[in-house]
């Protein structure tokens, strides 16, 4: 994998850092774009890796004017892009029953959850086409599996979702792009539980951009530290 460049959205949580440190050990290039709220882990991060290596972008994702000008200052620095991971899940979480959710909200949750993914990887569509590899992660949660009352914009957008993957997976079966879902669940853990379930969420997003996992495309799939 070495030398692939990798597009990360998200925080730099745990398990945001170690996305970036797991593709980075493997010689990627990395370009972070998110919310972050410290300044000191960017800087470290670039001092371990070297700034050639790792792009901070600090422009938010806002619409698709915004999006291609964020991909073209990528491939001006980095000439391809090979590995999108999405993780940037709308924090959101309103509840309201059907007859009281306000359509604005309706509207801002699909936007965040889903309209925004799509963008992305539809600007991001041609070039993958154009070098015949691409390897797509959406990080959503349990919602794109199962239902809950008073959140129907949240589930409707996670489903909805699962078909977006799946469309992406037949168009990109002829380009060597694949596309894929992992639904992490919620689960009280102690640290040391957490941290493993963190770790083996970080292998499986590994191993699915890895040319061992070409014919895994179209999945969506569940993720629990449960035993």
């Keep these: 994998m070495k030398g692939l460049t990798t597009f990360i959205l998200s925080s730099l949580n745990d398990f945001g850092l170690n996305i970036v440190h797991k593709f980075a050990k493997q010689g990627c290039n990395i370009i972070l774009n998110g919310k972050q709220n410290d300044e000191n882990i960017i800087q470290t991060i670039q001092n371990t890796y070297g700034k050639n290596q790792i792009m901070y972008l600090s422009e938010q994702i806002q619409n698709e004017i915004n999006i291609y000008k964020?991909?073209?200052?990528?491939?001006?620095?980095?000439?391809?892009?090979?590995?999108?991971?999405?993780?940037?899940?709308?924090?959101?979480?309103?509840?309201?029953?059907?007859?009281?959710?306000?359509?604005?909200?309706?509207?801002?949750?699909?936007?965040?959850?889903?309209?925004?993914?799509?963008?992305?990887?539809?600007?991001?569509?041609?070039?993958?086409k154009r070098q015949h590899f691409g390897r797509i992660i959406h990080i959503a949660n349990e919602h794109g599996q199962i239902a809950s009352e008073y959140q129907s914009a949240c589930i409707t957008s996670h489903h909805a979702l699962l078909g977006l993957n799946k469309a992406l997976s037949i168009e990109g079966a002829s380009y060597g792009i694949t596309s894929n879902i992992i639904c992490p669940s919620y689960t009280q853990a102690n640290v040391s539980e957490q941290y493993n379930h963190i770790k083996t969420i970080t292998d499986l997003v590994l191993f699915l951009c890895t040319d061992q996992a070409r014919t895994i495309t179209g999945q969506s799939i569940p993720w629990s530290n449960s035993i």
């Design 70 to 128: 964020l991909v073209e200052q990528i491939l001006n620095s980095f000439q391809h892009i090979d590995i999108l991971i999405i993780n940037h899940e709308c924090r959101q979480h309103y509840r309201a029953s059907i007859e009281e959710f306000p359509i604005e909200k309706w509207k801002e949750i699909i936007d965040c959850n889903l309209t925004r993914n799509f963008t992305l990887v539809k600007t991001l569509w041609p070039h993958m």
